[in-house]
């Protein structure tokens, strides 16, 4: 397994150590025909942005059932 | 079969881990889903982005077998379109798979009939249009007006069932790696739309909508692509003796911010993984700014 050497490039670049990783794949995609380059750069980030828009939709769908979720009592 | 995740940092980050009833119970739930897959799978592998691999690898040291900065790609979306992370992740794959949500548990191993499986799926939702947190109708204007939507959509749509369908993805995956491709480069193309062009704003930011309703048009317009689901339904999923015979934990929704489920999951990752246990405490101790780097 190949290994490569990863810089890390945390947004406020206070840290700047080096790790390894393995096999960090090229950055280019194949996301034919909506390429990401293409694609706008973030329009709303700010996740309030992001529950107004769904207040009535699936962002709440969950909440509904028991909050012990699937499976919980197994933890 | 390989068990992977996804982590999109930007997200998460934005939230603060405010899904969960603190960010430290997120990296717990990290290191438990992936200790208990591995159990059950040679390879697990972590698709993320270098904020991400940067706390859960390389200062966590989980143990994934591979790790793939691939979600560097989306790193200019908008992060209300957290579902992202996944399919993007989902259309990079080129051999047989399973993700697993990072609040999903196999304390058993799958079926064995999944990985065979064209599909994988943890269960079908049925909903019906009107009374439900889907809203599969927001497409029928776009279809109205002529606009872009998938075939498998319109198909759907046009079929007019009083019950629909989605296909919770709390386990996702499959051997039919073209259908994935195409389902997943299908909603991503969607969602970009929804980003620029003005007939698909009603779709911005319903994740669900998205990977999991599309998800089911799919698998209804592919009609030779045979998908496993764990549970036959939603009620059956929410059973626990259901649940226990399958070995199977989601803390979906609110069960992130449940006190007593968190305790829990305290416990067990410090019984059974006391050194994760010990070095996310660690980590979040020393590193109060961790969360908002």
């Known amino acids: 397994m190949k290994v490569k050497t990863v810089a890390n490039k945390i947004k406020n670049n206070h840290e700047n150590n080096t790790q390894t990783l393995m096999d960090k794949p090229p950055l280019a995609n194949n996301l034919e025909p909506e390429k990401l380059s293409d694609q706008p750069h973030a329009q709303a980030d700010s996740i309030k942005n992001t529950l107004s828009v769904n207040d009535n939709s699936s962002v709440i769908k969950y909440e509904m059932f028991d909050n012990m979720g699937i499976g919980g009592e197994l933890l | ?293």
């Not at chain 2, 698909?200 to 592919?222: C, G, K, R, S, V």
């Open chain 2, 1 to 293: 079969m390989r068990a992977i995740w996804s982590f999109w940092s930007k997200p998460y980050l934005a939230q603060q881990g405010s899904t969960w009833l603190s960010p430290t119970d997120h990296l717990y739930s990290c290191a438990l889903s992936l200790e208990c897959a591995r159990r059950h799978f040679k390879k697990t592998e972590l698709y993320t982005d270098d904020a991400g691999a940067e706390l859960l690898i390389n200062k966590l040291k989980l143990p994934f077998s591979k790790v793939v900065t691939s979600l560097n790609d989306i790193s200019h979306y908008d992060c209300a379109w957290w579902t992202l992370g996944k399919l993007h992740t989902y259309s990079k794959q080129s051999s047989p798979f399973v993700h697993i949500d990072n609040d999903v548990y196999l304390w058993k191993a799958l079926p064995e009939r999944f990985m065979r499986a064209d599909i994988i799926g943890q269960n079908p939702e049925y909903f019906q249009t009107g009374s439900s947190w889907y809203q599969p109708e927001k497409f029928d204007p776009i279809i109205k007006s002529q606009h872009w939507l998938p075939d498998e959509i319109i198909q759907y749509r046009e079929q007019k069932l009083k019950t629909q369908m989605a296909v919770c993805c709390g386990i996702m995956g499959g051997s039919d790696l073209n259908f994935i491709k195409h389902y997943a480069k299908q909603a991503i193309k969607l969602i970009n739309y929804s980003l620029t062009k003005k007939p698909y704003q009603p779709l911005y930011a319903d994740n669900l909508l998205i990977e999991q309703y599309l998800l089911a048009t799919h698998i209804n317009y592919n009609r030779q692509c045979k998908p496993a689901y764990l549970f036959n339904s939603t009620d059956a999923a929410f059973d626990p003796t259901k649940s226990k015979a399958a070995g199977f934990t989601h803390l979906i929704g609110g069960a992130k911010r449940n006190q007593a489920l968190m305790n829990r999951l305290h416990n067990r990752l410090c019984y059974e993984y006391p050194e994760h246990y010990e070095k996310i405490n660690e980590l979040t101790a020393h590193n109060p700014d961790i969360f908002q780097l």
